[in-house]
């Protein structure tokens, strides 16, 4: 798969290309099935539209590589939170983890064994997917959890989090600590059920000061990677930390001091330099990015941003991605006109 051989540095005839939060609400075909489906939480429980809807962005757009279709926060909700999605409202948790005696509802081994959809929404789209494209498995990284778990939904500021984190950051730790444990069960599930590359989103790693990133963000996310990269050393493994761009080379050499690297794809946001990247991570990482999401508006900055990228880009290990997720009033056309242009810009 190209896909896979870009993630290990290999050279591909073409720059392979996902974007991140490709099934959705831009997807007419998404919405019929969404729709059959009720809601958004009816769709991730459902094996067959789930897939169903994992594949859609394969056959429309022609990306290389599909996105398993579930939600971050199904985590925490298996592990005993009750998760409602209001319409136009975003994530909900009605009972936050806000004290030591929250925890006692929150149990990581009933996570990785109630996900069992997701699992089934695994095999059945990876026996329906064509051989040549890739299927990804995908996680919230803790930080970015934890943020919903306390603050009980999204958040501007996070202050409910950042309380926590200076007036008893052990709460906050014990409650990091338990959903890395559901991660590695759950992702170590992924893999079992037949992904063959692996993402973790850690959406709001910018909220934090570096040094808080370092402690409560960036080492759980590498505890999770190694515990996977020693059990399944074949799979790829990805990882976006949104907003860090000042800070790629402390977090590369943290995670060169714990030894070999234990990740393969390091996720750069939009509004960091891809050629900067490079500079301080090339060779060392295969790198994915970043065309500004907003650019899909307009072919011309289209063009010109894939044109930019793909030059910066020339002769490294790169796989091509929008720098967030996909807004839900996009034009398909575009989405595709953005494939096929990356597609051929990039033929060797
Ligand atoms: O109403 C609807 O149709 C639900 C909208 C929706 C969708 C389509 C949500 C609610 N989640 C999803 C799917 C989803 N979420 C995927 C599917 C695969 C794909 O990429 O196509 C993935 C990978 C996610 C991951 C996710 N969920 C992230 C990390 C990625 C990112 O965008 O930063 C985050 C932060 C979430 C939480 C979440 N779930 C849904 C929403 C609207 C949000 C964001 C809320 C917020 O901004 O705080």
Redesign the pocket.
Known sequence: MVFIDACFGKETPYTPIWM??????YLPQYMVV?ERAGD?LSLCRDYRAASEVTIQPVEILGVDAA???????VVPMQMGMDLR?EAGE??RFSDPIRSQSDLARLDPQKAAAELGYVYDTISLTRSRLAADKALIG?C?APW?IAT?MIEGG?SKNYAVCKRMLYENPQLLHEILRLVTEATKLYLAHQIGSGVDAVQI?D?WAGALEPSAYEEFGWRYILEITEFLKAKFPHIPLIVFA?GTGAQMSRLSSIAARRGEASFDVWGVDWSTPIELAREQLGGKFALQGNLEPMRLYDRGAIESGVREILVAMKGAAHIFNLG??ILPDVSVQNAKYLVDLVHELSAR
């Open positions: 991140m939060r490709q099934a959705g609400r969404r958004f996105i398993l279709f579930s939600d971050i926060l999605f975003g994530p995908f919230g970015t919903y999204g989103f959406s949104k967030h997720g």
